[in-house]
């Protein structure tokens, strides 16, 4: 089934209205672009996307890779898509000139994630690993590491992957068991097992380098003992040659629910001689480096999960649209048409709950890369670390509110479409499966939740969520002084104050008695991502009314603002006050989950 | 996975507790029955449930039945379960003696496919389906159709479908487009096609009765045009052998995300002739009679997903006692043991809910049943009215409540499972693809919503609302009286007069506003359907309270009842409070989604 990627209205509404994209041309990085050249590089990654990744979404789905102990096998698409993302340049679109990129900002390079995760989620894991590895060598890997991996890796020759994730701890982190012992040529050879490794093998590249975490005997207990290795797939000799097969190998794939087309793998390091590995930075410091390819996927995964979104949403507009089925309750004439069945209200409501979930995602998303850009290139060093602490704050919901809401959304999808949207004959089923992997990888709700908790909102005398109410009041202040808005910023100042103030109970019990104030830092996450997701639709709805004020409004934007705003209004009134609800059971520091025994279940 | 199914713990704590099923045995029609004959009944189901219907659960979502255009294949296990179940008597278990029956109540009966879904929900649905195909037939159908359909439907030799939907027109019966004729014999002619038949072809059964639903030329416009007919795939000779193949015929499959293993077709009646069949009871009745299987059929849809979420619950569970992984907050010594990752407390609440919503679901089931029981059995016409009105009144709320809730529990088994939940290694992505067909199937929750906010609740002058209230009014009033209880029924009491209260304001309106009045009847739904399941935590509470006064108390037994109240309370205070929000939307008569228009998505 053929349908079109995303809305390109809306994503130059939240590119150009919602985020000033255009101030950035005012940076000195980008000074040599315009917007022309973004709006450019959009309509090429829509262009790949719909030829090399939509293609197979559905191909990919119901064929799965598989492996027969020997050999792996895919469909020939996947490497075909992986080929066009490369020569289109988008693996290092976001380097710098100097080292063969096309010094994109961050924001649009995301943007242009978001049409091929909308085109094809499975397919696009590779590439979009494969940068978070590469950024991650960028970032930390010695000149050497950097010269020997980057280029192929940029070009598309070699991919990447993170291999965090080991059969016996999960997300446990501090408990792996992969052990690096030092060789004497300075390098290290790794044993051990890596479990729900995705393009932990794969034929579409002549190498994969594996990012591995792994402890070096000795090393202390705990995270503290964690350190991060390159592991390469086939070893690298100095001229770039590819040389022996390295001692890793794939042990097995993993048969997911969704996202078929990601090879999932079980990876053995060192059943041999030892897996040929090489220290990234210091000893120890893994955890710290690994970091910053988490926090990049945790955004990322927050993107797809807006873009599967998305996609359910489009997919049951248009059935909606289409489809004749009953009467207006008014209507006792069985002799008269039958309705449309968006003339349903409750399938306007569901309509509008994947429209506020799905455009709200894909805007905090992109707000979170505006974030990040800012760290990199903003005009000072204020704002640098201002962007800085509010991104790290809201990682955890940028990661785990769209995954939660967005699942609802492809949910609503498929009961939009009825008995059609449960048949593989439509795209919608597909969406949701994929789609509910995003609550869970780059960790789950709770583990946000706690990181949220237990540690955002404190570190820095919790500067982070000072920083993020100032942000959140500038707009509730010129909200105010529109009649369209001010309801809906009243609304969000007094959802503002609730979060704040659970926030102050709760983290003056935390030292006291942490496992009872955690207890419920779920539903604190959840608080808090209603909050935020708010706060962003509050922002867009003043850019829609501000823009509805304009006397020369063509019809269709006349049409797409109102739309927009009839959203914010939606989530305001029928989603956001549920918080007050759970703002109650964290506030009472309710013990039911806390106090319930093993044994009585 | 081999993992147990249901609890028959809490299987005899539903029926000879929170019901008295026991109390069945003073009525004439079970004179001859006895405890230990309904607890072999469930035995021999649980038996025949694990050997021949778990045993393919998994391998049947794999291998889904395929159609080539000519041969229907399928797995051979299927015919296997199907005679099994036949063979034990279970497709005439609640006939009279005197019709070859084992004179079963209804409650019992349920409690078996409770059984038979939990192992394998999928191949259930050709007995399921079948077992109320011949209910109807019985209770409408001429002697002669009855002599002639039923005993090969008992006995497992013919299968019997529903057949209502069509391309056109999903769930607005109004519309259909299939046509019957009058032939000469007296006998019609059926032209049209039916879509989402389950069971319309299998290869399991000699013959396969179709009750479908057409108009005969000339029938009034809308659903007061419509009859309902025998139509047999086979023809059937007046000795009760088969005749020649009737002219309708497989166009083909359709491809669900889960329940694969039910056959979902595409039938064509009359390419050629015109298929044969036979008038059921009077013309233009068809919906009237239809409804007795659908009501049937909703209680059932609700007793599956109800099974689905049970077995996700028990597999978390498990998982959850097993797995290792993580310390709790207060401890920061790396080198300590992992604990198992039900000492997570927001483990727990995954758990929490999914027991408050499974076992809830599977509580309000058997009540349904019990109901359907007293209409045909209670000692007095009252009795039998009484039980009627409220049994009308909550069939939606059986149907919904649960598909919504147990396919939530399903969501948060795969959370607890983590990555592990989502591969196919695990059996609780299946459940959860399973169970995503029940909030559609047999009407989706806004088809229900309207139905009972636009007719259930004001028929009769409202006479199940006040029976209804009148019931959990007196459960209040005994859980007034125990310490333990009395905050529970504090929370439910101030939910019913929610409910009452918002009942009359929009009850007032109905008349004069159709449209806005039923434009949020599906968060009426909702509402209704926590206090209905409040209520049935609330009784389930009452009898573990009173048990745990009991002196001499097993362990386990003092345990399973802590859990039950432990689980009520969550309930209580976790998902009830959520429907004020709900409330406030409803009294305003929230207008967002009515006035949404098309033109602005």
Redesign the interface.
């Known amino acids: 089934m053929n349908q079109k990627l995303l809305n390109l209205r809306d994503i130059e509404f939240l590119l150009y209205e919602f985020l000033d994209t255009e101030g950035l041309l005012h940076r000195p990085r980008y000074q040599e672009h315009s917007r022309e050249i973004f709006d450019a590089t959009l309509a090429t990654a829509c262009t790949i996307a719909e030829r090399y990744f939509a293609n197979h979404n559905s191909m990919g789905d119901a064929n799965e890779p598989s492996f027969d102990g020997q050999n792996l096998t895919m469909l020939p698409e996947t490497k075909e898509a992986w080929d066009a993302f490369a020569e289109a340049g988008f693996l290092a679109a976001h380097y710098d000139f100097e080292q063969g990129g096309m010094q994109l900002p961050e924001v649009i390079l995301r943007a242009c994630m978001a049409y091929f995760s909308a085109a094809n989620i499975a397919t696009t894991g590779y590439p979009f690993l494969s940068i978070g590895a590469a950024n991650l060598i960028n970032a930390f890997g010695s000149e050497q590491q950097k010269s020997l991996f980057l280029p192929p890796m940029q070009a598309g020759i070699y991919a990447g992957t993170m291999a965090l ?1 080991e059969p016996g ?4 982190l ?2 792996i068991k992969t052990t690096a012992k030092l060789a004497e040529d300075g390098s290290y050879r790794l044993f051990g097992q890596k ?2 490794i995705s393009g932990g093998d794969q034929n579409i590249t002549e190498n994969i380098v594996h990012l591995v975490l792994a402890k070096i005997e000795g090393a ?5 003992g964690i350190s991060l290795f390159i592991c390469p797939k086939y070893l690298v000799n100095d001229d770039r040659t590819l040389g022996q097969r390295n001692d890793v190998s794939l042990a097995g794939l ?5 996202y078929r087309n990601t090879t ?1 793998t079980v990876l053995n390091f060192g059943e041999k001689q030892g897996a040929v590995a090489y220290l990234i930075g210091e000893p120890h410091h893994g955890l710290f480096y690994m970091f910053q390819m988490m926090n990049e996927a945790r955004i990322g995964v927050g993107l797809g999960a807006a873009a599967l979104g998305y996609q359910g949403f489009n997919c049951s ?1 248009n059935f909606a ?1 289409e ?1 004749p ?2 009467r ?3 209507n006792k004439n ?2 008269s048409r ?1 309705v449309n069945i ?8 569901m ?2 709950a994947q ?1 506020a979930y799905s455009e709200g995602a894909l805007a905090m998303c992109l707000y979170a890369s505006s974030l990040f850009e800012d760290i990199h290139t903003a005009d000072n060093q204020q704002q640098r670390q201002r962007a800085g602490l509010i991104l790290d704050l809201i990682t955890p919901i940028v990661k785990s509110w769209t995954a939660k809401y967005c699942l609802k959304a492809n ?1 609503l999808a ?2 939009v479409l ?2 059609s ?5 439509y795209p919608v ?1 597909q969406y ?2 994929d789609n ?2 995003n ?3 780059e960790g ?3 583990i946000h ?2 990181d949220l908790l ?1 540690r955002k909102v404190i570190v820095n005398n919790g500067q982070g969520l000072t920083l993020l109410s100032n942000e959140i009041l500038t707009t509730i202040n010129k909200a105010n002084n529109l009649d369209q808005t001010a309801p809906l910023a009243f609304a969000l100042s007094k959802a503002l104050n609730a979060l704040n103030d659970v926030t102050s109970i709760l983290s003056a019990e935390l030292a006291e008695s ?2 009872l104030t ?5 539903v604190y996450l959840d608080v808090f991502g209603c909050v935020v997701a708010s706060w962003i639709w509050l922002r867009q709805a003043l850019k829609a009314t501000e823009a509805l004020t304009t006397k020369t409004l063509h019809e269709n934007d006349h ?2 603002y ?2 927009k705003l ?1 959203a914010a ?2 989530y305001m ?2 989603e956001l ?2 918080i ?2 759970q703002v ?2 964290l506030k009472g520091f ?1 013990q ?10």
């Open positions: 994730t701890q999960g997300s446990a501090a408990d479990m729900f202390p207990a705990g995270t503290k993993l048969h997911k629910m969704g999932s507009l649209r489809r089925q009953g207006l309750p008014s069985p002799q039958q968006i003339q349903h209200a409750d399938v306007r409501r309509l509008l429209k949910e498929i009961q009825g008995g949207g449960y048949i593989r004959e089923e949701y499966r509910r992997l609550p869970i990888h789950t709700e709770a939740g706690l237990g942490p496992d955690l207890a419920n830092a779920t049409r797409f109102r739309g009839q209004r939606y009134q029928w006050p549920k007050y609800h109650a059971l309710n039911i989950p806390y106090q319930m025994q093993d044994e009585w279940f």
